[in-house]
């Protein structure tokens, strides 16, 4: 059953995320799920299209198109969302501009009063979406869509969040019909996972609350999951289909439930397939021994944690939760040798102090803790982050953050500006309390740190390069000095260094 003819199609756009590997853009498949047999839609996947805005332009000057929606999340995506979407409204100003993803929620002030923004869903779509692009087709009042933000005389509404939705009864991603558009063997790319990686994502939201996390104003702290069974069909036919080889669940916080990982895992035993999930450190060290061996068995080669800092009372300012302290961290490091995965620890540095001594004494503290995570398991692999605040309003952290002066842009324009593209991939953000010393401090560590350890999972780094680069880096890791490592620098450069934290996992 197709709406009321040609006029009301949909158009979906993916901005270009990613500089190489592209990944099933689930984001948008979702909503394209959510309107499949009830509307015409296409997909045009800004990360395989040179010029996407010529794709879109060809599709809507057909006159065909009334509804065009944008999946947004932050960071360099932005560059492409922001221009086109102008662009889109300038040529087209008959057509409806729908804006989602985790930018568009967390930022919908500045996005919905973009005059080129027609409404913004915040949270999942699967249900606002189709309920929108109804009640527009039919002419009705938008006062009770769920999770809706649109414009009335003027005034901004925001209309009540909807209840996290079972995901088990939402549709399948309809993947043929991505695969018209863009060969699904394109999206299953060669990594340190396999040879055909499959992006999957199975739960949504997360049960904690910590407040430098996008994450928790959008899910409040709950978490829905699609039952192991279900994942595994899925997974199941892809790879059937197009030969996946491993998968990268892309959940916020896989693991939650060890009944459902040990199921899955039992599951996915007889496949074959790699895979690597983030989960949390005080989770997964209640998990028996016997779950984590099944785990490895069944193929899972590395799990990425939010570690933070090393330092407990930072760990509660941001509200952390669960169990989570140092001490736990270095138990773990050293539990998961037994097991052969690879804890890949991610920490935030730069989080606000009363004074600038502080903050430098703090983020010192973080490099040495590191340093002793390395020492207990080598194998650890660091990821660093600096602290980019999120609106997780009410929270001690973010409160802390606005009386610092802190202020989020007041256009969209403004977000696309070099600076607030680096605070979005949070290595360079513009907080008050942070000097550039603060930043080449933690930028050398990195540089130094990623010289001796390369990450596993750049594998272009072939054996000559990394030793190269660890017998550079030795001496500076080994002294503690790390200023200035221009000439380790230009060798990641040339060789293309790869960030897990830039480029995906
Ligand atoms: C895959 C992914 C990527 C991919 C690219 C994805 C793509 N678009 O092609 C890669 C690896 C390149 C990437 C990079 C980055 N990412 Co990223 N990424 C993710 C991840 C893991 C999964 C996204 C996904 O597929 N989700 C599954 C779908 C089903 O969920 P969803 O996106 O929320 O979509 C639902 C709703 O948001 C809504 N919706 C989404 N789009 C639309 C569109 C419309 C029209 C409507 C109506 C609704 C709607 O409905 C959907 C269905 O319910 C998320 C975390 C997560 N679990 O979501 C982080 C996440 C979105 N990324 C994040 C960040 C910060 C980045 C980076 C900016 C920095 C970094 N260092 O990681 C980079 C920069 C890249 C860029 N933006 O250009 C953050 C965003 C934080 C924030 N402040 O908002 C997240 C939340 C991770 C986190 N927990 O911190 N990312
Ligand atoms: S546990 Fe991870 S995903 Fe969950 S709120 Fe904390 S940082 Fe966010």
Not at 68 to 76: A, E, K, L, Q, Y
Request: aromatic share 14%; hydrophobic share 40%; charged share 25%.
């Amino acid at each position: 059953m197709f709406g009321t003819g040609y006029m009301n199609k949909i158009l979906l756009f993916n901005p270009r995320s990613a500089r190489a590997k592209r990944r099933i853009p689930n984001s948008i498949m979702s909503i394209a799920a959510s309107v499949e047999g009830l509307y015409e839609w296409v997909i045009v996947d800004g990360n395989c299209e040179r010029e996407p805005y010529d794709k879109i332009s060809a599709y809507l000057s057909s006159g065909e198109f009334k509804y065009v929606g944008f999946s947004v999340m932050p960071g360099p995506s932005l560059l492409q969302a922001i221009p086109l979407a102008k662009k889109v409204k300038k040529q087209y100003p008959q057509t409806i501009m729908v804006w989602g993803g985790y930018f568009a929620s967390n930022q919908y002030q500045v996005v919905i009063q973009a005059d080129y923004v027609d409404y913004v869903i915040y949270g999942p779509g699967d249900h606002a979406f189709p309920q929108l692009i109804h009640a527009l087709e039919k002419g009705l009042p938008l006062q009770r869509i769920k999770s809706l933000i649109y414009k009335s005389d003027g005034r901004i509404i925001r209309n009540q969040k909807e209840e996290l939705i079972d995901q088990q009864t939402l549709p399948s991603l309809p993947y043929e019909k991505l695969n018209s558009f863009y060969p699904i063997e394109k999206y299953l790319g060669k990594g340190y996972l396999g040879r055909r990686t499959l992006a999957y994502h199975s739960s949504v939201g997360c049960p904690f609350s910590c407040s430098f996390c996008a994450v928790v104003p959008i899910y409040n702290a709950r978490w829905k999951a699609k039952p192991a069974a279900m994942v595994y069909q899925d997974i199941k036919y892809i790879k059937d289909r197009w030969h996946a080889d491993a998968i990268e669940f892309h959940d916020n916080n896989f693991f939650v439930s060890e009944k459902r990982t040990v199921e899955f895992s039992r599951l996915i035993l007889q496949e074959n397939m790699t895979w690597w999930g983030e989960g949390r450190i005080d989770t997964i060290n209640k998990y028996s021994d016997t779950s984590l061996e099944l785990m490895r068995k069944a193929g899972c080669k590395m799990i990425f944690f939010g570690a933070e800092t090393g330092n407990d009372t930072v760990l509660k300012k941001m509200n952390k939760g669960g169990t989570l302290c140092a001490d736990e961290m270095k138990r773990f490091a050293a539990r998961m040798k037994k097991f052969d995965i690879i804890p890949e620890y991610s920490f935030v540095l730069g989080t606000p102090f009363p004074t600038k001594k502080e903050v430098m004494k703090q983020i010192d503290f973080d490099l040495n803790f590191i340093r002793e995570i390395k020492s207990i398991n080598p194998d650890t692999e660091i990821i660093i982050y600096v602290y980019s605040p999120v609106p997780v309003e009410d929270s001690t952290l973010y409160n802390e953050v606005l009386a610092d002066g802190f202020r989020f842009p007041r256009t969209l324009e403004e977000w696309i500006s070099p600076h607030w593209i680096n605070f979005d991939l949070r290595k360079n953000p513009l907080t008050p309390w942070l000097t550039p010393r603060m930043i080449n401090r933690i930028k050398d560590f990195e540089t130094v740190l990623n010289g001796c350890y390369s990450t596993v999972s750049d594998i272009r780094l072939n054996k000559v390069k990394r030793n190269i680069l660890h017998a550079l880096s030795l001496p500076r890791y080994l002294t503690g000095f790390y200023w200035r490592p221009y000439e380790l620098k230009a060798l990641q450069i040339l060789w293309k260094y790869r960030q897990p934290e830039i480029d995906g996992f």
